[in-house]
Nanobody
Framework: QVQLVESGGGLVQPGGSLRLSCTAS????????MRWYRQAPGKQRELVAV???????NYADSVKGRFTISRDNAKNTVYLQMNSLKPEDTAVYYC???????????????WGQGTQVTVSS
């Protein structure tokens, strides 16, 4: 059994900052890439940022220069530091980890339950 639990969402004013965390727990042998997605009301879920097991990162154009993804492999945790937040960043943010539960298992994607981020004055 694997669980991904996000935290750190909330209400923030435009220009403010938030830091999201997502920790994977349970039967985990190895974690490959970890990702943050978001879904705004009435819109499709979109990829926000990716970090590989080696630390390489990639970002959606809409968040480049404002958001930073990082990870702590010892804690099976991925972070998303969000600065200069805009109202259009309002969404439910989900983390996803591609991981192996044991050496005999293939890599699979696991999702967290999501955390709400609202940017409003």
């Amino acid at each position: 059994q694997v669980q991904l639990v996000e935290s750190g969402g909330g209400l923030v004013q435009p220009g403010g900052s938030l830091r999201l965390s997502c920790t994977a727990s349970g039967s985990i042998f190895s974690i490959n890439d970890m990702r943050w997605y978001r879904q705004a009301p009435g819109k499709q879920r979109e990829l926000v940022a990716v970090i590989t097991s080696g630390g390489s990162t990639n970002y959606a154009d809409s968040v480049k220069g404002r958001f930073t993804i990082s990870r702590d492999n010892a804690k099976n945790t991925v972070y998303l530091q969000m600065n200069s937040l805009k109202p259009e960043d309002t969404a439910v943010y989900y983390c996803k980890a591609r991981l192996q539960q044991s050496r005999a298992f293939p890599y699979r994607g696991f999702w967290g339950q999501g955390t709400q981020v609202t940017v409003s004055s």
